[in-house]
T-cell receptor, first 114, second 114 residues
């Protein structure tokens, strides 16, 4: 059973379209991170959200942490071919104490066609 | 160094052979993590170190997997008697001490067991 469910699993869109990727759980997280991974590379951190209801923007990317800290979303405006990649959410469970290990979603594979 | 360096990039082993993977964390980072990424993008936590001490090894298959982080040496992950299901990309990540949870990932080692 996945602690973090990501949807959709695959997404293929045209350049200029908007999209939203979701990361949901029944567990509460003290923090949640979004990563982007390209083939043959390690994941690269995009953002960390820690406060319930928090919204962070990174150029055309908007990240939101749910009020109850159980879910998060990533919205991309006017997608570009360079946005193509695997988007992963990962979090630290609230009751994990000082344990720094990350719980991962299975990722959303995004393809943006020119 | 300024990035997490993993070697080798690719490793092919016959079933039953030993595999050893190396990771040099970013200088000054006291936490090291090993993750296994298998098919369908699933990241599985294996083990973490705080300096040379094991911090959390709850993800390690105890029988064939071992790991070390010794002073002045790269960290290592060793798999004795590899099995087909060990085929995966193994990622190492490091982070600083303190409240920051930002982990920097290496490029991974792709292990193929044939």
């Amino acid at each position: 059973t996945q602690l973090l469910e990501q949807s959709p699993q695959f997404l293929s869109i045209q350049e200029g379209e908007n999209l939203t990727v979701y990361c949901n759980s029944s567990s509460v997280f003290s923090s949640l991170q979004w990563y982007r991974q390209e083939p043959g590379e390690g994941p690269v951190l995009l953002v960390t959200v820690v406060t319930g209801g928090e919204v962070k923007k990174l150029k055309r990317l908007t990240f939101q942490f749910g009020d109850a800290r159980k879910d998060s979303s990533l919205h991309i405006t006017a997608a570009q071919p360079g946005d193509t990649g695997l988007y992963l959410c990962a979090g630290s469970l609230l009751n994990a104490g000082n344990n720094r290990k990350l719980i991962w979603g299975l990722g959303t594979s995004l393809g943006v066609n020119p | 160094g300024e990035e997490v360096a993993q070697t080798p990039k690719h490793l092919v082993r016959g079933e039953g052979q030993k595999a050893k993977l190396y990771c040099a964390p970013i200088k000054g980072h006291s936490y090291v993590f090993w993750y296994q990424q298998v098919l369908k993008n699933e990241f599985k936590f294996l083990i973490s170190f705080q300096n040379e001490n094991v911090f959390d090894e709850t993800g390690m298959p105890k029988e064939r997997f071992s790991a070390k982080c010794l002073p002045n040496s790269p960290c290592s992950l060793e798999i004795q008697a590899t099995k087909l299901e060990d085929s995966a990309v193994y990622f190492c990540a490091s982070s600083q001490a303190g409240q920051s949870r930002r982990a920097f990932f290496g490029q991974g080692t792709r292990l193929t067991v044939v």
